[in-house]
């Protein structure tokens, strides 16, 4: 009889799916996840750090968020950033529910975006999670470096 998604998570000897980006474990098998928590957080950074055209056997699948932060960098910026993730994710990734998006600078160094994105998932909506990316770089980052401001705010776009 098939288990349910809350079951699976509960079950510490089940895996969900793969864990991003691909690297061995400790026996040398690819790395994995736990629950389903865990996987919705790989899976959106993998469609956000994917750029259209690089997933082989699906060119559609991604985000052109690196091609929005090396456009023009202006006022309008934060709401470009926040219209291509939510693209990306109604049409891949359906079950996350983007909660909020803030748009970062570093003060240091102007041409560094950080997005931070909070969401929860259909399967567990009081469950909120948080991922921060640095757009510039592709990368993701455990928290945003000290410096960083809002970019709407003063010192912004």
């Known amino acids: 009889m098939p288990r349910s998604a809350r079951e699976l998570d509960l079950d510490a000897n089940t895996y969900i799916g793969l864990s991003f980006p691909l690297r061995a474990d400790a026996n040398n098998s690819f790395s994995m996840t736990r629950n389903s928590i865990e996987q919705s957080r790989h ?3 993998n469609l956000l ?3 259209p055209g690089e997933r082989v056997g699906n060119l559609e699948f ?10 023009q960098q202006d006022e309008n910026l934060p709401t470009k950033i926040q219209d291509v993730i939510s693209e990306a994710v109604t049409k891949f990734l359906p079950y996350i529910n983007i ?3 803030a748009t970062q600078s570093d003060i240091n160094q102007s041409e560094k975006v950080y997005v931070t994105i909070k ?3 259909t399967l ?3 469950i909120n999670q948080s991922l921060t990316l640095n757009a510039t770089e592709a990368t993701e980052v455990d928290k945003v470096l000290p410096g960083a401001g809002d970019m709407s705010g ?3 776009y």
């Open 43 to 45: 899976n959106l950074r």
């Open 49 to 51: 750090l994917t750029y």
């Open 62 to 71: 991604g985000c052109r968020l690196r091609e929005v932060c090396f456009e």
């Open 99 to 101: 909660l909020d998006i």
């Open 119 to 121: 969401f929860s998932t």
């Open 124 to 126: 567990d909506p009081q």
């Open 154 to 156: 003063p010192g912004g």
